[in-house]
């Protein structure tokens, strides 16, 4: 992936008094032209013991996967191997910190997805702790209220080795779901905490980069499931022409013809990714998903019925072969108004695709690489 350096009209640095109320200086980022992804937070965001932090490899798995994300902020750090060092990391920061500074970040990034993990310093400051859930909640309501359509990913923050201060952890975190619950569908609880041991802890308190590694395979596998936060807005599902793997990220496995057979008829199923001719569907400007050049993804027999056969056969211009991609990450056949689906939400090999009544669950969904 190339990268070019732009310069960016505003960045938030840090001022030396108060809350940390940030004021605009110039600076410079770097961006692709990429959906817009804010990782939030404190120290661990930034990457303290490890610049760059989860970063890194979250990154990695990004770009490895095919996405083009442009990491936005205000903070630069980390490695060559980070392709993008922008972020919103400040090390020592509260939750009423962040607070104070959310609403000019979100004007001068405007992110499409953020990656929020914040309240480690309240608990490790003693900071008003029994009403730290509150502040967490009146800054998701404020990021929701300046950013209505943002995917906002919220943490329940990794472990801490001190006995005091991870049972300051565990409460906080036990209050986290039911406040994310009640923040509408775009606002998604992430379980950071028991992804770690204090085996991955460098300090105590921050992750070494194993836990950083296994941050980002949480902070991955959460922006996977909901396909939107990897989308810009207004925009679903692959772009025409650019032949593309479809996987399913509740198995983790990619839509796949059986046995990589071409004979019209051919069973669709999940199969391991492995970015073979049979796994690469290229759609149309007509709405197709061709495979091998000259078959398309058909519903057997124009049917409308649940668990008709997802197959492939000769391309022909018909309802049985025209697709719409859907903000959710579901694949919507309009001529019967169903979606195409796992049987059964099976995530092992082999697993069949069908036609089914459209749900919402994660046998429905599909991402890009």
């Known amino acids: ?16 008094v108060g809350l940390g109320v940030v004021t605009a200086t110039p600076a410079l980022a770097e961006s692709n032209g990429g959906v817009r992804v804010m990782p939030l937070g404190d120290s661990i965001t930034d990457g303290y013991n490890v610049p760059g932090g989860y970063r890194i490899n979250l990154w990695q798995r990004l770009a490895g996967g095919g996405y083009t994300v442009d990491f936005v902020g205000s903070g630069f750090n980390g490695p060559a191997g980070l392709g993008d060092h922008d972020h919103e990391g400040h090390s020592g920061w509260r939750i009423d910190q962040i607070d104070a500074n959310i609403v000019g970040w979100l004007g001068a990034y405007t992110p499409r997805t953020i990656l929020l993990h914040i309240g480690t310093n309240d608990m490790n ?39 005091t201060l991870e049972s300051r952890v565990r409460a906080y975190n036990a ?16 379980d950071q905490h028991s992804a770690l041991t204090t085996a991955d802890l460098a300090d105590g308190v921050h992750p070494n980069q194993a836990g950083y ?9 959460a922006l996977q499931s909901v396909p939107a936060s990897l989308q810009a807005p207004g925009t679903t599902g692959p772009p025409v022409g650019t032949p593309v793997s479809l996987r399913n990220p509740q198995s983790n496995r990619c839509m796949d013809v ?16 492995h970015g073979g001719t049979n796994q690469k569907w290229t759609r149309t400007a007509a709405n197709e998903l061709r495979v091998y050049g000259n078959r398309c993804l058909d519903v057997n027999g124009n049917g409308t019925a649940n668990g008709t056969k997802i197959q492939i056969w000769d391309c022909n211009g018909t309802g049985a072969q025209k697709f719409t991609f859907q903000a959710n990450g579901s694949i919507l056949v309009p001529a019967s108004g169903k979606c195409v689906d796992v049987t059964a939400s099976g995530t092992a090999n082999g697993t069949k695709v069908q036609l ?5 669950t994660g046998a429905q ?4 690489g």
Request: hydrophobic share 45%.
């Open 1 to 16: 992936m190339r990268w070019r350096l732009a310069r960016l009209g505003l960045a938030l640095t840090l001022a030396t």
């Open 258 to 273: 059986s046995g990589a057979s071409t004979t019209a008829g051919a069973q669709i199923h999940i199969w391991d990714c």
């Open 213 to 221: 590694d296994k941050m980002a395979a949480v902070w991955y596998s």
């Open 356 to 360: 089914y009544t459209c749900n919402g």
């Open 365 to 368: 969904r599909w991402t890009v």
């Open 175 to 190: 209050a986290l779901p039911g406040i994310v619950a009640g923040k509408g569908a775009k606002t998604h609880l992430v």
């Open 125 to 163: 400051q003693n900071y008003d702790i029994a009403n730290a859930p509150a502040r967490l909640s009146a800054l998701i309501d404020k990021i929701r209220a300046n950013a209505p359509d943002v995917e906002l990913f919220v943490a329940q923050i990794t472990p801490e080795t001190d006995a």
